[in-house]
């Protein structure tokens, strides 16, 4: 494994996720007083599935891989969630990751709870051919386990429409004959041409950038001229800087798994794009913009900065050296609790990872209810709706925040938290 994956990696799990989330979870439901039994409930996951799977590869060989589905909680409608190729995939990442994605879509007003998952795989190290067959293996496993109204998986750390087609052709292909066009919609972010939503490639960034626009507005700020840093620049982090660059801002920081690079000066999103196409989708080596060390990339100068990689990526051990005064979470969980802690005394401002990078689940209830109803939405429906439908979101958290004096994480947990005790309340406990 590169060395740089192996460092990011060991930091994800310095100080495991789901002890992140757990932290976040209990401050939250100390402030709203929260049900003690409810809290019981969501303190823990409905189920957990942990799958080993055998597949043959290209040379004949049989690999064993470990698979992992976690589904948190489903009060509020069925399961939702990625699958991430990764190799810090485990038992504890899927547990924090389904607990976010249950508070991101509670937050969101959808009728969906909270799951997640993947494989313990570097897939890098495989060929296309071999991971269909291992994509398909792990649908056929997890059987009954997802479905169109029970669990629903969508495209994560490194998986993509490919992977979503994968999944959908071989679930309906254990279904009748005549059941199978009902199933289509058993994951979101498919390939358009096989059933996707317009503009879903972009939901995320598109989502990450209208927060941030949202939060300027907020702030009487104009974003021209502005300069900000991204984490990641794979499809949450370009389409965030693509958005953001249209509106006048500065990309000048830059860092994958590989490099880390600054120009001051801005560096053109979409000549970077097509340079790192050119590069195997690497940033490394790009000679319009300077390299740094990887520890440099949060000293950069800038005014908002877009984590949009892995989790537990700013933490007490950076946080100090972060210049910028709005932190815009593109991925989940990349802020620690010590680090968020240090980061709001100083006065910087985060917008929540379950707010901000929440226009990728969105638009996946988009595309289920496209499948669902036999429709086509054309792509400026989808942005429309889909900032229609953030702003009202942003707006809940951000009145919130003001009315409580609390911080915009505390203010998404807690309205997240309230809606899912309501419902509990409302429908008691069987029996």
Request: proline content about 3%.
């Amino acid at each position: 494994m590169n060395k740089r994956i192996i460092e990011m990696v060991t930091k994800e799990k310095k100080k495991g996720m789901f002890e992140n989330v757990i932290q976040q979870f209990n401050t939250a439901a100390d402030q709203i007083n929260l049900n003690p039994n409810i809290r019981k409930i969501l303190s823990i996951s409905n189920n957990e599935l942990i799958i080993r799977f055998p597949v043959k590869m290209d040379n004949g060989d049989v690999e064993i891989f470990t698979g992992y589905r976690v589904q948190h909680n489903n009060a509020l409608g069925p399961y939702k969630g990625g699958l991430r190729y990764h190799p810090t995939v485990d038992i504890d990442a899927a547990k924090a990751l389904a607990m976010w994605m249950t508070w991101k879509t509670s937050l969101a007003g959808l009728p969906y709870g909270g799951a997640k998952g993947g494989i313990q795989i570097d897939p890098s190290k495989y060929s296309q051919a071999e991971l269909e067959r291992i994509t398909r293996r792990f649908t056929y496993a997890l059987g009954e386990n997802i479905g169109p109204e029970h669990d629903i998986p969508a495209p994560d750390v490194n998986t993509n429409q490919q992977t979503m087609a994968w999944i959908a052709d071989t679930y309906m292909s254990t279904k009748a004959p005549s059941e199978r066009s009902k199933n289509q919609h058993v994951v979101t972010g498919k390939p358009v041409g096989s059933g996707g939503l317009e503009g879903r490639d972009r939901a995320t960034g598109y989502g990450v950038f209208l927060n941030i626009k949202f939060w300027a507005e907020k702030n009487n700020l104009n974003l021209s001229g502005k300069k900000f840093i991204v984490q990641g620049f794979g499809n949450v982090g370009y389409w965030a800087a693509y958005f953001l660059e249209k509106e006048g801002a500065h990309l000048v920081g830059v860092q994958d798994a590989y490099a880390t690079i600054s120009n001051e000066e801005g560096i053109d999103v979409e000549d970077l794009l097509n340079y790192s196409k050119s590069n195997d989708g690497m940033i490394k080596g790009y000679t319009k913009a300077s390299t740094l060390l990887q520890d440099q990339f949060f000293e950069i100068s800038a005014d908002i900065c877009i984590p949009a990689a892995l989790g537990n990526q700013i933490t007490d051990e950076n946080a100090d050296k972060i210049k910028a005064y709005l932190i815009a979470e593109g991925a989940n969980g990349p802020t620690n609790y010590e680090g968020e802690q240090m980061l709001l005394a100083r006065g910087v401002q985060i917008i929540p990872d379950v707010l901000c990078n929440s226009g990728g689940v969105i638009a996946s209830y988009f595309e289920w209810l496209q499948n669902r109803n036999g429709e086509l939405w054309l792509l400026d429906e989808v942005l429309e709706k889909l900032e229609k439908k953030l702003r009202t979101v942003f707006e809940n958290v951000w009145d919130t925040s003001q009315e409580r004096n609390i911080s915009m994480r505390n203010a998404a947990f807690s309205i997240a938290i309230e809606r899912i005790e309501r419902a509990y309340i409302q429908r008691g406990i069987f029996p």
